[in-house]
């Protein structure tokens, strides 16, 4: 069975710039979550989509949107970066029942120039 | 800012010791689960304790819960090079997130 996916690995933006994330959970799970882990840190929550439907925010700013099609897969786009928007994004999805926490993908690298 | 706070920051120690890593949350939870990162890539999901156990064991992983003290332990028993890595704890409250903690570095030597 494939993990969850996430693409690209890496990833080279100027600030101002827009960028789009992507990742596939793994087939049959409807939940999909995204988090940002600056280098050092925990990761830190952004956005849980289920069944298409926005479920929780963090405490980030407007620049950052998501969303999540038919098929359970979601993107995650950023709006005018900033050197500060350089971290992991983290992709992590899993069953509302007969739940036993999250599976995350590998990442992606990001780094603002 | 972080809710979990992982103790100690960083562990080194020699193959086949035991290693103890502690986590303190700071409001009540649905559960708390304990995760491993190798080198800055994904999170692995170690092991998940619901908020009416006290105690969960999984291989060599024994995880702690103790709500009176809003604090976790995870002990790794007979530990291995390649259990060299970050390992989080991440407590889970309503709405389905998870609030990590700043994470301990282990550092299992041959």
């Known amino acids: 069975d494939a993990g969850v996916t996430q693409s690209p690995t890496h990833l080279i933006k100027t600030r101002g710039q827009h960028v789009t994330l992507r990742c596939s959970p793994i087939s049959g799970h409807k939940s999909v979550s995204w988090y940002q882990q600056v280098l050092g840190q925990g990761p830190q929550f952004i956005f849980q989509y289920y069944e298409k439907e926005e479920r929780g925010r963090g405490n980030f700013p407007d620049r950052f949107s998501a969303r999540q099609f038919p098929n359970y897969s979601s993107e995650l786009n950023v709006n005018a970066l900033l050197l500060g928007d350089s971290a992991l994004y983290l992709c992590?999805?899993?069953?509302?029942?007969?739940?036993?926490?999250?599976?995350f993908g590998s990442g992606t690298r990001l780094t603002v120039v | 800012s972080q809710q979990g706070e992982e103790d100690p920051q960083a562990l080194s120690i020699q193959e086949g010791e035991n290693a103890t890593m502690n986590c303190s949350y700071k409001t009540s939870i649905n559960n708390l689960q304990w995760y491993r990162q190798n080198s800055g890539r994904g999170l692995v999901h170690l092991i998940l304790?619901?908020?009416?156990?006290r105690e969960k064991h999984s291989g060599r992983l024994r995880v702690t819960l103790d709500t009176s003290k809003k604090s976790s332990s995870l002990l790794i028993t007979a530990s291995r090079a390649a259990d060299t890595a970050s390992y989080f704890c991440a407590d889970e409250t309503s709405g389905s997130r998870l609030t990590f903690g700043e994470g301990t570095q282990l550092t299992v030597n041959p």
């Open positions: 304790i619901r908020s009416n156990e």
């Open positions: 992590a999805s899993s069953l509302l029942d007969r739940y036993d926490g999250y599976t």
